[in-house]
């Protein structure tokens, strides 16, 4: 990809599969095995090339380690660029580092072009809400001291700001406050980007782009102070990095597919 001339690398995110340890189990009715097939047909259809795809968290329902497996199975069915994960409050990281990923990034950042890409765990174990711990802002730090060249993106699990839906802003990044006091002494930090919240999301903070993508499987609907389900479709967004540290994003959705899912529901 180019644009006036500026390459550009694309990448993939694809967040919140909730795989259950069993191919038949569904959420909230969706078969979420099945969603996430299609939205990766989805991507084979719609993305000619692209350099790596991430999955921000929430891969499975309760951290069975099977679903990790079956995860880096059904992706591989698809696609063989490299692949990255991070972990969402329903994950377990330590059964995530049981298994190998292909072609995983070297100390949870990926090079891409002029762009760094930093992987960052904000799970708070049996905790729905997020926090980051000390040596995971360390690491932040040391990773944009020794980078001051490098277009940043950051991707996490939890939302580092509301996003305008009650109930699931409660679960926000606890400790967003010392994050973004880091976040803002480095101007190369274009881009924050999450999952968590099963919805497109777009905003700005300080010239930083606020990024949020939807689930591979149920949705959420925006700006609802309950729990609500979304007749949106499952889906994912592709990001175009310009090495003059621009970017350029959207989000591609399943179409001509019909699930049974509980809009009704309350929870999950």
Known sequence: MAKNGVSSKR?????DCHLGPLTSE???????????????????????DFDYMVCTGDIASAGHEACYRRFVSIVRQYFSQALA?????????????????????????????????????????????GNFEQSELDYLEQ????????????MLHHQPVLVGSKWIDQYILRNADAFFA???????????????????????????????????????????????????????????????????????RVSGKEYVIDYKSAGY
């Open 11 to 15: 990448f993939i995110q694809i967040s």
């Open 85 to 129: 994960w991070l972990p969402g409050n329903h994950d377990s990281a330590d059964i995530m580092a049981r298994v190998d990923l292909p072609q995983a990034p070297e100390a949870r950042s990926i090079v891409l072009g002029d762009w760094l890409i930093l992987l960052l765990d904000s799970v708070v174990p049996f905790k729905v809400h």
């Open 182 to 252: 880091l976040v803002d002494r480095f101007s190369n930090v274009k881009a924050i980007v999450w999952g968590h919240v099963h919805q497109d999301f777009n905003s700005q903070r300080k010239g930083v782009d606020l990024i949020a993508t939807p689930s591979t499987c149920v949705q959420f609907k925006p700006l609802c102070d309950d729990f609500t389900v979304d007749t949106l479709m499952p889906g994912y967004r592709w990001f175009d990095l310009y090495d003059d540290g621009s970017l350029s994003t959207g989000v591609e």
């Open 143 to 154: 990773m944009l001291s020794a980078n001051p060249n490098k277009h940043i993106m950051i």
């Open 26 to 48: 569904a959420l909230l009715g969706l078969n979420t095995d099945e969603s996430l097939h299609d939205v990766l047909a989805l991507i084979a259809e719609k993305e000619s």
